[in-house]
């Protein structure tokens, strides 16, 4: 009687059937309360968490297999091969799931053992360092002829990432109607917060948003980052640097380490080079909290001017 299901939940069963997680046949009802009908219903593009943690069990797991222990091998195992933000966000879901059942995951346990369940998914941040384009590397980018269709989408989106400072999915959507010529700015509503933000007209952001391409020309965020890739490599964005990455000291070319984000490091990073405050940079990002801004964008120090050096001598 599956019509009788929401859609949620009949989607849920589709993967759990794709993964082996339910049988034709199973009261889709009762399924749907166990761990795994709780879990793919919420989250049912996380199909390999479960396998996860089924491999770490030896069985399907269910509201039993929830316990402390058994949640610390579960992060354990998914921090093999994978950066601690996935494992962070692997195990935020399995965390939501367990806060969304409060009564299934303590029912028959002793409640000085689950007391505080959730905080063997707690993963520790563990330092990761990117990279930006200096003003010299950004000035050499903007000279780089794009060589076919896709690298002109791609050189024109980084680009408006780079000189406003937008996120990837609004740096696609700017175009010269966003363009005040009397205030010289770009203003656009942000579709990640739905915010209003507002940018000064950069004196190269004129050409990038008049769309000569194909709109929505690369589907795909790797397809993106490889041609951007191309793109910086041809610029002679070549340094050899060093970054710590998912614990672990890398090295080699900067073109290697660059990615769409890069776009929004550049912007910040080269604004507080150039004396903007963290606060005037996070209203230009669109940041509610300038903590983000500093955490996530400025990828530089600057040098201490000379009025600071005065006091000290």
């Known amino acids: 009687m599956s019509e009788y299901y929401p859609f949620e939940v009949m989607r849920a069963v589709k993967m759990a059937t794709k993964k082996g997680y339910y049988s034709d046949g199973d009261d889709i009802g009762e399924w749907r309360k166990s761990f795994v009908g709780r879990f793919l219903t919420k989250w049912p593009n996380a199909g ?33 091969g994978r950066c601690p933000s996935s494992v962070k966000t692997l195990c935020a879901q399995v965390k939501a799931v367990i806060n969304a059942n409060n009564y299934e995951v303590r029912k028959d346990k002793d409640p000085l053992a689950v007391c505080d369940i959730s905080r063997s998914l707690k993963v520790k941040r563990s330092p990761s360092e990117a990279v930006y384009l200096t003003q010299a590397e950004l000035e050499r980018f903007n000279k780089v002829k794009a060589l076919n269709g896709i690298e002109q989408y791609v050189k024109r989106v980084f680009m408006v990432e780079a000189l406003t400072g937008a996120r990837h999915i609004d740096a696609e959507r700017i175009t010269l ?44 965020m790797a397809t993106f980052n490889d041609t951007l890739r191309s793109l910086c490599c041809r610029a002679g964005i070549n340094e050899n640097v060093t970054l710590t990455r998912r614990g672990e000291e890398q090295q080699g070319p900067k073109w290697e380490f660059v990615s769409s984000h890069t776009g929004r490091r ?48």
């Open 48 to 80: 390999k968490t479960l396998d996860v943690f089924s491999t770490v069990l030896g069985h399907e797991p269910t509201w039993e297999d929830i316990t402390d222990s058994n949640l610390r091998d579960l992060r354990e195992a998914l921090a093999q």
């Open 266 to 313: 550049t912007f910040a990073t080269l604004l507080f080079l150039h004396g903007s405050s963290v606060t005037t940079i996070a209203q230009l990002m669109g940041h509610s909290n300038p903590q983000i801004t500093w955490r996530n964008y400025i990828c530089a120090e600057r040098e201490i001017d000379e009025n600071t050096l005065r006091f000290f001598n």
């Open 177 to 220: 109607d966003h363009v005040n010529k009397r205030s010289k700015t770009v203003t656009y509503r942000a579709v990640k917060t739905g915010n209003q933000v507002v940018v000064p007209l950069h004196k190269w952001l004129t050409q990038y948003l008049t769309r000569n391409d194909v709109e929505g020309y690369v589907k795909r």
